[in-house]
T-cell receptor, first 112, second 109 residues
Framework: KAGVTQTPRYLIKTRGQQVTLSCSPI?????VSWYQQTPGQGLQFLFE???????NKGNFPGRFSGRQFSNSRSEMNVSTLELGDSALYLC???????????FGPGTRLLVL | GIQVEQSPPDLILQEGANSTLRCNFSDSVNNLQWFHQNPWGQLINLFYIPSGTKQNGRLSATTVATERYSLLYISSSQTTDSGVYFCAVEGGANSKLTFGKGITLSVRP
């Protein structure tokens, strides 16, 4: 089976712009979660989608949003980018709660 | 929410040495995973181990759920073992992983 894929791998944006990141889960996985990793805050949970429904959301401002499509692919969007949004964004997929989560290679976002 | 603490924060070993990495968590969990983050940032699954003991080559892991800790053992360490090791746990009816701060392992030749 193909692993979790994320596109793009690298992005450079300027403050105030918006960005959309994409994640394709492992075939058959219906749960997709997003995480942000920064040197200061470590790995933090953003949100989780299961069968197109957001089941859980982390403590991030409303500028961070996401969605999941009927084929389980997911996108996350960050609007009005701030310098502090520079981070590695990781996506994980699984069969569901309590199951092994598999991570994609991540998208490195740099906000200038 | 669940708290996860990993120790030690940093570990330096000579090649060939053995090591034990510890993960303590504050509540019951239905998922515990150990990851190795490679230099490009990808989290590589090492073990899915909410309880019990597993072995994979030179690596093994034990989780004692009743005492809320997990241990990752690395034997005969190699320079390629260097990197950051994360423990992450999931509790409740959702797929949210809570990560520890990681353990940075440096294996010197």
């Amino acid at each position: 089976k193909a692993g979790v894929t994320q596109t793009p791998r690298y992005l450079i944006k300027t403050r105030g712009q918006q960005v959309t990141l994409s994640c394709s889960p492992i075939s058959g996985h219906r749960s997709v979660s997003w995480y942000q990793q920064t040197p200061g805050q470590g790995l933090q949970f953003l949100f989780e989608y299961f069968s197109e429904t957001q089941r859980n959301k982390g403590n991030f401002p409303g500028r961070f949003s996401g969605r999941q499509f009927s084929n389980s692919r997911s996108e996350m969007n960050v609007s009005t980018l701030e310098l502090g949004d520079s981070a590695l964004y990781l996506c994980a997929s699984s069969l569901g709660a309590g199951e092994t989560q598999y991570f994609g290679p991540g998208t490195r976002l740099l906000v200038l | 929410g669940i708290q996860v603490e990993q120790s030690p924060p940093d570990l330096i070993l000579q090649e060939g040495a053995n090591s034990t990495l510890r993960c303590n968590f504050s509540d019951s969990v239905n998922n515990l995973q150990w990851f190795h983050q490679n230099p490009w940032g990808q989290l590589i699954n090492l073990f899915y181990i909410p309880s019990g003991t597993k072995q994979n080559g030179r690596l093994s892991a034990t989780t004692v759920a009743t005492e809320r800790y997990s241990l990752l053992y690395i034997s005969s360490s190699q320079t390629t073992d260097s990197g950051v090791y994360f423990c992450a746990v999931e509790g409740g009816a959702n797929s949210k992983l809570t990560f520890g701060k990681g353990i940075t392992l440096s294996v010197r030749p």
